[in-house]
């Protein structure tokens, strides 16, 4: 800028001493400019500011996914997100189970199981409308019932599934989307006090001892295969305040094996049936947030296991550090069944990208 304008000076100065034109007047004000730097002159920015620059606009984008009116969700426990996004997540942590059974003598008695869990899960979004994810969890633990005599027993589960999220709905603070699931359940309890039954049996018949078959009584394995279709509606009133909802159903095969003096199979079909409500306070700029939970989930028997039902209530409570891209929180669940009552804790974290 400042070279063009002396440039400018120069040639009217030539013109003005050119034959023929008049002297300047020595009442000409005199030119003055003030002129803005040259951008090109500014300085370009460093190599970690231009990356400092593509993080913070990559978290952005993040976050704008997982948010609706700029209040960022969090996945409940109890029921299924209404939004498509990326993510990796795990979680572990450890639930005792207090439940009604019946002792070795027939009587009604109070059974406890304990057990440590964990899990892993993954999604993949396709942009806002149509995502992918998967999930792998298990459990193991130690059983006991103490009236009539100590009866131990053990049990492990391990389950996988996926769904693929569809958006039907994208508001700037709505989102209703549904989601095809399918999963896979393989349950084995280990019954120590049956092998135990079965070799006093064998001493009291005056038969020689056979473990082999008493270790056949230890087993008791239970495996189950579906699926259903969920629906997930998630709506935001500003920044701080979040509500999900979702229902679904989906059908279930039921396959248990065990050992009675036979191989024993038996097979069932069930319709399970759920809902979940969650709330959550988020309070950005500081990265906290809260989320309180209930669900139901409803289990019908049909063929063989016709007639029978569960129904399950279940209430839970999280605080979580709420980032931008990242979320790691403290969850608590209680459930409460017809003859049982679960209560457990979980560290819970998710990455998304």
């Known amino acids: 800028m400042l070279h063009c304008l002396s440039l400018l000076l120069t040639v009217g100065a030539a013109w003005a001493d050119e034959p023929g034109d008049a002297p300047p007047s020595d009442d000409t004000p005199a030119v003055s400019s003030t002129a803005s730097p040259d951008p090109a002159e500014e300085p370009a920015p460093t190599r970690q500011e231009v990356r400092d620059q593509k993080v913070r606009d990559r978290a952005g984008r993040i976050f704008d996914r ?94 996988v599934g996926g769904g693929l999220p569809i958006r039907v709905v994208q508001a700037r603070s709505t989102a209703f989307t549904i989601k095809p699931v399918g999963d896979y359940t393989d349950a084995t309890g280990v019954d120590i006090n049956a092998a135990l039954q079965e070799v006093v049996r064998q001493s009291e018949a005056g038969e020689n001892l056979d473990l082999v078959e008493a270790s056949r ?4 394995r239970t495996r189950s295969y579906g699926g259903g279709l969920q629906l997930a509606f998630a709506q935001s009133a500003g920044s701080l305040f979040g509500l999900q909802l979702s229902a679904g159903a989906s059908y279930q095969r039921i396959v248990q094996t065990y050992y009675d003096g036979q191989p024993q199979t038996a097979t069932g079909n069930g319709l399970d049936v759920s809902g979940g409500l969650a709330l959550s306070l988020d309070f950005n700029p500081v990265p906290l947030a809260i989320m309180a939970e209930y669900g139901i989930d409803v289990g019908l028997g049909l063929g063989d296991l016709a007639g029978t039902t569960d129904l399950t209530h279940d209430v839970g409570l999280g605080l979580y550090l709420n980032g931008m891209t990242n979320t790691v929180g403290l969850q608590a669940f209680v459930a409460l069944a017809q003859d049982e009552i679960d209560a457990g804790a979980m560290l819970a974290f998710r990455a998304y990208f």
């Open 66 to 159: 997982r948010s609706l009116g700029n209040h960022p969700f969090i996945t409940p426990q109890f029921a299924e997100s209404a939004l498509v996004t990326s993510y990796l997540g795990s979680g572990f942590g450890a639930a005792a189970v207090f439940y009604e059974t019946l002792d070795s003598d027939g009587n009604q008695a109070q059974g406890t199981y304990v057990a440590a869990a964990g899990g892993l899960e993954a999604g993949v979004g396709f942009g806002k409308w149509v995502g992918l994810d998967a999930h792998a969890s298990g459990l193991a633990g130690v059983s006991a019932v103490t009236s009539g005599g100590v009866q131990l027993g053990a049990a492990a589960l391990w389950n």
């Open 217 to 220: 009584y230890l087993l008791v």
